[in-house]
C-alpha cells in the first residue's frame, strides 16, 4: 500500500495551494480518506474527510477555506486550500478513516509565511 502526497510548497499568507494524494494497493473506491497535518512541536492532526460516496467534514480551524475531494477513477485525494494562513504551516499527509498506523506515507510540507 502506497499513499504518496504532494503539491506542498512555500507560500506567502493568502495564497492557495492544491495537494494531491495517489493511492495504491488498496481498493480506493470504498475507503474514506482524510487529509491530516502535524505541525512543528504539536501532534498530528484529522483537518478534512471525505465519505465513499463524497460526504466531508472539516477541522474547525479550516472551515471555508480547505476543500478535500475525490476522483476513484484516478485513485487520488484533493485537498484545495485558500487563504492560507502561517498557522497552517505543516507537514500534510492522507490516510484512511479511519487511520491505519502502517499507511502513513512521506507527506508534503507546506509553508506559510506572513
Known amino acids: 500500500v502506497q499513499l504518496q502526497a504532494s503539491g506542498g510548497g512555500s507560500v506567502q499568507a493568502g495564497g492557495s495551494l492544491r495537494l494531491s494524494c495517489a493511492v495504491s494497493?488498496?481498493?480506493?473506491?470504498?475507503?474514506?480518506m482524510g487529509w491530516y497535518r502535524q505541525a512543528p512541536g504539536k501532534q498530528r492532526e484529522l483537518v478534512a474527510s471525505?465519505?465513499?460516496?463524497?460526504?466531508?467534514t472539516y477541522a474547525d480551524s479550516v472551515k471555508g477555506r480547505f476543500t478535500i475531494s475525490r476522483d476513484n477513477a484516478k485513485n487520488t485525494v484533493y485537498l484545495q486550500i485558500d487563504s492560507l494562513k502561517p498557522e497552517d504551516t505543516a507537514v500534510y499527509y492522507c490516510?484512511?478513516?479511519?487511520?491505519?498506523?502502517?499507511?502513513w506515507g512521506q507527506g508534503t510540507l507546506v509553508t506559510v509565511s506572513s
Open positions: 490516510n484512511l478513516i479511519p487511520v491505519r498506523d502502517n499507511y
Open positions: 494497493g488498496i481498493i480506493f473506491r470504498v475507503n474514506a
Open positions: 471525505i465519505t465513499v460516496v463524497g460526504y466531508t
